[in-house]
């Protein structure tokens, strides 16, 4: 038996740990209890055990080219360094032509997968998205459109005066393949208005999400970590997140987000409540992974905000896929995070820790092994 594995059946404290390596179910207070009391060498360990299990040894991407359609948005999250208001000289919203043109260059570059997001964009009406999406879908009949954050989605259906099916119904006959999973930030209805005023809450994130699961439209699942949040926040957050996926099964990843804040007004506040540690990475990368362990299989490393050394830390600590090759994404560059990486970068990042890369598409099914 490994040194590490006797350790945790040692350990008096790491009840949580001894049920995690025997697959039981984790609940809120094991959760807490990851974050603030266990040893982060034996939670990394057994996070990577439980990945073993689940997933095996390789650590896949996707080829995903972001486009963000408009920075138009009416919210102003405290959180964002992304939105412009409607007449800011450097407020824009793309035409059909230069969605088509920004996709035949992703396509170009080898991307499957078309990320699409934006603002809250009230001058957009439904048939824009129509439009778009259909174009792509004639063009270029083989990518898959992963588009509008589950907030987008609440407030086109808020806007244009449809219920969220009847949105989600237009959108998934014009093209859409599956839902990005953004705009859930953390749940907690005490701290939600201060990280992301105006946006929709909890509840109707969660059911925006339970609508298109229903409507078979798979997605992700999100949590922006890092900044006035804590621990309770945290393993609420990934809880209600299992809550829905044991319902809907439609969660095809969890990708906790580490808030950049440059250019934010929560940074400007100077409220922020940060310890900005590789090691809280690499934490709440492993208690996902053990919250999650038979719930949402895969648990995605975004290693932008993170930087490259850090992400893959944290693939090692129950991570199995590596997101992203973030050509053209705007959100993270308002935020000062402005890197891109190829295939072969994606594909070194993994062989450099002894595990095997493999390109996906958006479902999770296996391209090419690199
Ligand atoms: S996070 Fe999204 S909804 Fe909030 S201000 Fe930025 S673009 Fe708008």
Redesign the pocket.
């Known amino acids: 038996m490994a040194r590490l594995e006797q350790r945790v059946l040692d350990s008096t404290s790491g009840d949580a740990l001894n049920r995690a390596l025997r697959g039981e179910r984790l609940d809120f207070k094991d959760g807490v209890s990851l974050f603030q009391e266990e040893d982060l060498h034996l939670v990394t360990y057994v996070a990577d055990q439980v990945r073993q299990r689940v997933v095996g040894e390789n650590v896949s991407f996707v080829v995903g080219y972001n486009m963000n359609y408009s ?1 138009v ?5 405290q ?5 412009r208001k409607k007449d800011d000289k450097d407020a824009y919203t793309y035409s059909k032509d230069e969605v088509l043109q920004q996709v035949a260059e992703g396509v170009e570059w080898g991307a499957t997968e078309i990320h699409i ?4 964009n009230p001058y957009l009406a439904l048939e824009y998205y129509e439009e778009i999406f259909a174009a792509i879908k004639e063009k270029f009949p083989r990518v898959i459109i992963k588009a509008l ?1 589950m ?2 989605v609440f ?1 086109i259906a808020k806007i244009t005066k449809n219920s969220i099916q009847e949105v989600l119904g237009r959108l998934k006959a014009s093209g859409l393949g599956a839902l990005p999973g ?2 859930a ?1 953390i749940f907690d209805d005490d701290i939600r208005p201060f990280v ?4 929709l809450t909890a509840e109707e994130w969660l059911r925006t999400a339970e609508v298109a699961h229903r409507m078979g439209i798979r997605s992700n699942s999100t949590m922006l970590y890092d900044h006035i949040e804590n621990d309770t926040h945290r393993v609420d957050h990934i809880l209600r997140l299992r809550d829905l996926q044991d319902k809907t099964g439609g969660f095809i990843s969890f990708i906790p987000l580490k808030f950049s804040p440059a250019n934010t007004e929560l940074s400007a506040r100077g409220s922020l409540h940060r310890k900005t540690s590789p090691l809280i990475d690499i934490r709440v990368t492993a208690v996902s992974r053990l919250l999650l362990a038979d719930s949402i299989k895969n648990i995605v490393v975004y290693w932008v905000p993170l930087g490259k050394d850090v992400a893959q830390s944290c693939l090692l600590a129950g991570g199995n896929d590596l997101m992203g090759t973030s050509f053209r994404e705007k ?1 993270y560059k308002e935020a000062g995070k402005n890197e891109i990486a190829t295939k072969a970068d994606l594909a070194n990042m993994v062989t450099e820790i002894g595990r095997a890369p493999v390109e996906r598409d958006t479902f999770y099914n296996i391209i090419q092994r690199m």
């Open positions: 920075n948005c009416v919210a102003s999250c959180i964002c360094a992304f939105y997001v934006g603002g809250f954050t907030a987008e407030f953004g705009g930030e992301a005023r105006g946006k959100i």
